[in-house]
């Protein structure tokens, strides 16, 4: 029988709310077409899609993360303010298209506070400067008669913005990057630039640029930036149409974070740095290569995969403390719109209930189930076999500081066959209701559309019951249980 086992003062930390962030770049219809469409019938009078401001307030985004993105390294923000009919169209080189600059600065604030949440800034160290990116903070977080902060004011917001989060460019060891540094290049810049801008503003938190955890890269900016960044981001998407390595893929990230938080309390170690550094996971999501101006139609397969990351940062919750799904709409997202309204893709599913019932407390927790190996038939910088062998069900939990209710996220790898499983929370009882909410289909590629916005949806149900809880979990399913207990 396959047993979950979990006991309440077996924590792994706290779970920190910034991992359920958003990001929207300038890709696609993201931001175009996605949440800011000039003349729609759909659109407030910001520009801003209302319905699309909706679903994406039922992901309880704490952080946004804007402009990119490679994007951002061609970016340059003053083209973005002032009146909309005098601001200059830009060939953008990242994704070669044409930026005409509507949606900018002053929007992107606004948007954050209609959605509830709190911005973070991509520094562009492509094509940028310096000075322009100490003008940027000027203009978002000046106080006083300066030229920057005056220039917010006549665009119409006299407090400033307070923007906290700023990202030391944008995977800047990319050679399809604008502007490519290498490791020991990028780690001079960005020392200059941390240090001018903490002169202009000593609360901004600086994100230093990764690439994914564990590569000499990421070994090199760590030890040169340790003593002058809050954070250091690293960028890993999966996918592929073979269902095991797509919903197995994402452990990758488990020995990533693992990895780099070792760089980073390495680094601060040798180098005595007593305040704490932690990750960013700053992109994320199933992507699969070559789709890069094509709207990504997500399958179940791919909700699984999500949920498999979401599992993976409450486990991993002492090193990641930012996460941003990448994108917020359109091209790689949650939320797939057209002229005439959207549908929540499947991987909506996983990240609504994850941000809506995670709870404080991340627990370490025991499962006993079958086992699956799997290599993965691309190179093997892509293999996951070494991570194997991976257990049938993907458990994560969390509590609450009371520790009167448990949250259980579970998938179900299997592709055929449900699971059941005795559940156990040790020296505790179900004390009511054990609600159910389940994400799962007929088939592993069902995917929503604007004809079948419900192919994939969430199903729940409730039962009450006292001592062990035991519970089927449906093949290739996702599901929460919201377990109220009481001592024994």
């Known amino acids: 029988m396959t047993s979950i086992r979990i006991d309440l003062d077996r924590t792994l930390g706290n779970v920190d709310r910034r991992i359920f962030g958003g990001f929207v770049e300038h890709l696609g219809r993201c931001v175009y077409g996605g949440i800011y469409e000039e003349g729609s019938p759909l659109s407030d009078g910001n520009g801003f899609r209302r319905d699309v401001l909706g679903a994406a307030k039922d992901l309880r985004m704490p ?61 562009n160290m492509g094509t940028g400067t310096l000075d322009e990116a100490l003008a940027w903070v000027e203009y978002c977080n000046g106080s006083g008669d300066t030229y920057w902060a005056d220039r917010r004011r006549q665009n119409g917001r006299e407090e400033p913005y307070a923007v906290r989060y700023w990202g030391l460019g944008n995977e800047m060891w990319g050679d399809w ?79 990533a974070l693992r990895t780099c938080q ?36 997500y399958s179940l397969a791919d909700a699984l995969a999500v949920a498999t990351y979401l599992n993976a940062f409450v486990r991993q919750c002492q090193s990641v403390r930012i996460a941003n799904l990448a994108q917020m709409v359109n091209v790689i997202a949650p939320i797939f719109t057209d002229e005439n309204g959207l549908f929540l ?65 579970v998938v179900n790898r299997s592709l055929d066959e449900p699971v059941k499983a005795t559940l156990e929370v040790a020296d505790a009882a179900p004390s009511g209701r ?7 289909g007929d088939d592993v590629d069902l995917r929503n559309s604007f004809d079948r916005p419900d192919a994939v949806t969430v199903t729940e149900h409730t039962s009450t019951g006292s001592g062990l809880v035991q519970y089927e979990f449906p093949p290739h399913s996702y599901t929460q249980l919201d377990i109220m207990i009481g001592a024994q």
């Not at 601001?87 to 002053?106: I, K, M, S, Y």
Request: hydrophobic share 40%.
């Open 262 to 297: 070792t760089l980073i309390d390495r680094a601060r170690h040798l180098q005595q740095v007593d305040r704490p550094v932690h990750v960013a996971y700053d992109e994320w999501n199933v992507w699969f290569a070559g789709r890069a101006n094509r709207d990504e139609h």
């Open 177 to 255: 990057q604008i502007g490519s540094l290498s490791a020991e290049e990028y780690v001079a810049k960005a020392v200059r630039w941390a240090k001018a801008l903490r002169r202009l503003d000593p609360e901004i938190v600086l994100v230093s640029c990764g690439q994914d955890g564990w590569s000499e890269w990421d070994r090199i900016v760590i030890d040169g930036l340790v003593k002058h960044v809050d954070f250091h981001s690293i960028h890993i998407y999966t996918g592929s149409d073979d269902y095991w390595t797509n919903v197995l893929e994402p452990h990758q990230v488990e020995r």
């Open 63 to 123: 952080l946004l993360r804007w402009p990119g993105g490679n994007f951002v390294s061609g970016y340059h923000w003053a083209d973005g303010i002032g009146p909309r009919g005098e601001r200059p169209r830009r060939p953008d080189l990242a994704w070669n298209t044409v930026e005409p600059n509507h949606f900018g600065t002053d929007e992107f604030m606004t948007y954050c506070r209609e959605l509830g949440t709190e911005p973070y800034l991509c520094l």
């Open 345 to 409: 893709q499947t991987i909506y599913h996983p990240l609504r209930l994850a941000a809506e019932h995670t709870q404080d407390v991340a627990l370490d927790v025991h499962v006993d189930c079958d086992t699956v190996e799997h290599t993965d038939a691309r190179d093997a910088a892509h293999r996951i076999a070494d991570l194997g062998p991976f257990p049938l069900l993907d458990v994560a939990a969390t509590r609450d500081s009371d520790r009167s209710r448990v949250v259980v996220s």
């Open 434 to 440: 054990v609600v159910a909410r389940v994400v799962t």
